[in-house]
Structure formats: structure tokens, C-alpha cells
């Protein structure tokens, strides 16, 4: 008997639970029926799934080219706010508490993360998402008009003034080296579906003053992070959330950093340049 993938919906606007068990999802032949899934709904839930992290990275590499984790070359990353877990990364990861989009300054960003709970936070911790397609679609046909045109200056620097307001000289350079790129405002995918592209790393919209600039992203931010379009994730131990990065933003909610929360990231390279 032909496996199918079975699943319903967590909201209207985003979001579906995967209920197939584990063996069908490592088998593969689902994959093709998850990716357009993934694409439709934005966010997948694998409720308690419990992969080791060997099965994680054999169920992602179904369903895609695995994006590697370094320039050493690993294929997970261990994602905590706790220095202990993570010295090296810990404070620049202080920028996943704000809404974002992976690989604002890439040609290419990935397609998907898939993020997998080892040690839930006791308190707090969850993680949002929101659909930037839905997000999109339902804005008035004026508007759509007026931000098709639009293009936006994005940097990885401007993130770290939401949680280091006074940053010093030495970090907020290192920050910048990353460099920034300018993007549209509304990304028009193969697909010719259309996504809201958006976050923390949005500086400012090319032409215009400042004021207005501001005002436009974050009233669209306040918009398409709205309960209409949004959903945030309560972790157990052994979930899995798999996310469209080309359609959805997301972020961690609060939690204490010292309270051992630990979760595992794979993630898929991306084929469709921003456009």
C-alpha cells in the first residue's frame, strides 16, 4: 500500500501538523508532497518526531540539498542563547529574538530551516512564525501597487540595534562587515507567487526620507506578524519545525539563556535567487 503524507492544518492563514511516524518520513518518498506542502503553508510541525540527529539529517537530505552549518563544513548547528552551548555564536544569535529572514545579504538564501527541540526552555522560548505570502496577498490592490516598486536596503548591522541599543564602535564594524545588499520589497518568486520581504536586518527603503521609510516597515512588519498570519510554537522535547524561509519570517520569544534550552538546526540550500 502507497504511504500518503497525512496532516491538518494548525491555522487558516499558516501552518500544518505532519502525522506520519517517522519511518515514513525517512523513507523519502513523501518528499516531494512535503516541499509543496511547505511551500503552500509555510510552516510544517513534526510533533514529537524524536530524531536523532543522524535521522535529522537523513530526513532533510530527502528533501533537498543539506546547506552546510560553517566553513567547516558540519551539517547541524547547536542553536542556544547560552554562552556554554555556544561561545562563539551566542551573542550574535541575540538577532533571532526579532523578526527576520535568513540570508538577507545572500544571492541565494535558503530554502528551509528545520529546527529540532532537544531541551525545551522551562519557561518562554517559543518560537514564531509568520506567512509572508498570505501576508502579501491580502494587502489592498493600491498598495501592492505602490510596494511592488519598492526597493529596500538590507544589513545584517541594523539588527544590532534591537538588542544592543549602545553597541560599541569595535562591534557594531564587525557587524558591518558583513556587508548589506539591496533588495525588493516584495519578492516576485518563479512560482509568481509573491512574498513581503522584511525583518530586523530592513534598514531603509531606497527614495525614501527616513521618517516615512521607517514608519512603512514597521507598520507592514506589525501587518504581516499580526495573529492573522502568524503562529507561535510551544516546543516539546523531540519536535521538529520545518519552515519556508523564502515566504515566512520568524524569531525565538523570550527566555532566560542560562535556563538550558537547546534545539538542533539543519537546513536546505536555496535555488531561487531574491527577484
Given at each position: 500500500m502507497t504511504t500518503t503524507l497525512?496532516?491538518?492544518a494548525v491555522k487558516d492563514s499558516i501552518g500544518s501538523r505532519i502525522l506520519n511516524p517517522k519511518r515514513d518520513l525517512l523513507a523519502g518518498h513523501l518528499a516531494a508532497d512535503i516541499r509543496n506542502l511547505l511551500e503552500e503553508r509555510g510552516v510544517l510541525v513534526f510533533p514529537e518526531i524524536h530524531f536523532?540527529?543522524?535521522?535529522?539529517?537523513?530526513?532533510?537530505?530527502?528533501?533537498?540539498?543539506?546547506a552546510s552549518e560553517g566553513s567547516d563544513g558540519r551539517m547541524t548547528a547547536q542553536i542556544?542563547?547560552?554562552?556554554r552551548h555556544n561561545p562563539a555564536t551566542a551573542e550574535f544569535l541575540k538577532g533571532s529574538l526579532?523578526?527576520?529572514?535568513d540570508g538577507t545579504n545572500s544571492d541565494v538564501p535558503i530554502l528551509a530551516s528545520l529546527l529540532s527541540c532537544?531541551?525545551?526552555?522551562?519557561?518562554?522560548?517559543?518560537?514564531?512564525f509568520c506567512n509572508t505570502y498570505a501576508a502579501y496577498d491580502d494587502l489592498p490592490d493600491a498598495e501592492k501597487a505602490v510596494y511592488d516598486a519598492l526597493r529596500v536596503i538590507h544589513g545584517p548591522w541594523a539588527s544590532l540595534f534591537y538588542y544592543r541599543p549602545e553597541p560599541t564602535l569595535d562591534m557594531l564594524k564587525t557587524m558591518q562587515s558583513l556587508g548589506e545588499k539591496e533588495l525588493p520589497l516584495v519578492w516576485t518568486h518563479a512560482s509568481g507567487r509573491k512574498s513581503l520581504i522584511l525583518?530586523?536586518?530592513?534598514?531603509?527603503?531606497?527614495?525614501?526620507?527616513?521618517?516615512?521609510?521607517?514608519?512603512m516597515l514597521v507598520g507592514l512588519r506589525e501587518w504581516a506578524t499580526s495573529p492573522r498570519f502568524s503562529y507561535s510554537h510551544s516546543w516539546k522535547a523531540g519536535d521538529l519545525v520545518?519552515?519556508?524561509?523564502?515566504?515566512?519570517?520568524?524569531?525565538?520569544?523570550s527566555y532566560d539563556p542560562a535556563c538550558g534550552r537547546?534545539?538542533?538546526?539543519?537546513?536546505?540550500?536555496?535555488?531561487?535567487?531574491?527577484?
Amino acid at each position: 500500500m502507497t504511504t500518503t503524507l497525512r496532516s491538518e492544518a494548525v491555522k487558516d492563514s499558516i501552518g500544518s501538523r505532519i502525522l506520519n511516524p517517522k519511518r515514513d518520513l525517512l523513507a523519502g518518498h513523501l518528499a516531494a508532497d512535503i516541499r509543496n506542502l511547505l511551500e503552500e503553508r509555510g510552516v510544517l510541525v513534526f510533533p514529537e518526531i524524536h530524531f536523532t540527529e543522524t535521522e535529522q539529517i537523513a530526513f532533510t537530505q530527502t528533501l533537498g540539498t543539506l546547506a552546510s552549518e560553517g566553513s567547516d563544513g558540519r551539517m547541524t548547528a547547536q542553536i542556544s542563547l547560552d554562552a556554554r552551548h555556544n561561545p562563539a555564536t551566542a551573542e550574535f544569535l541575540k538577532g533571532s529574538l526579532y523578526w527576520h529572514i535568513d540570508g538577507t545579504n545572500s544571492d541565494v538564501p535558503i530554502l528551509a530551516s528545520l529546527l529540532s527541540c532537544v531541551v525545551p526552555a522551562p519557561s518562554g522560548g517559543n518560537t514564531g512564525f509568520c506567512n509572508t505570502y498570505a501576508a502579501y496577498d491580502d494587502l489592498p490592490d493600491a498598495e501592492k501597487a505602490v510596494y511592488d516598486a519598492l526597493r529596500v536596503i538590507h544589513g545584517p548591522w541594523a539588527s544590532l540595534f534591537y538588542y544592543r541599543p549602545e553597541p560599541t564602535l569595535d562591534m557594531l564594524k564587525t557587524m558591518q562587515s558583513l556587508g548589506e545588499k539591496e533588495l525588493p520589497l516584495v519578492w516576485t518568486h518563479a512560482s509568481g507567487r509573491k512574498s513581503l520581504i522584511l525583518g530586523c536586518t530592513a534598514r531603509s527603503v531606497v527614495g525614501l526620507a527616513d521618517r516615512e521609510s521607517t514608519a512603512m516597515l514597521v507598520g507592514l512588519r506589525e501587518w504581516a506578524t499580526s495573529p492573522r498570519f502568524s503562529y507561535s510554537h510551544s516546543w516539546k522535547a523531540g519536535d521538529l519545525v520545518m519552515w519556508d524561509n523564502t515566504g515566512t519570517m520568524h524569531r525565538a520569544e523570550s527566555y532566560d539563556p542560562a535556563c538550558g534550552r537547546l534545539m538542533l538546526r539543519t537546513k536546505l540550500e536555496g535555488d531561487e535567487a531574491f527577484a
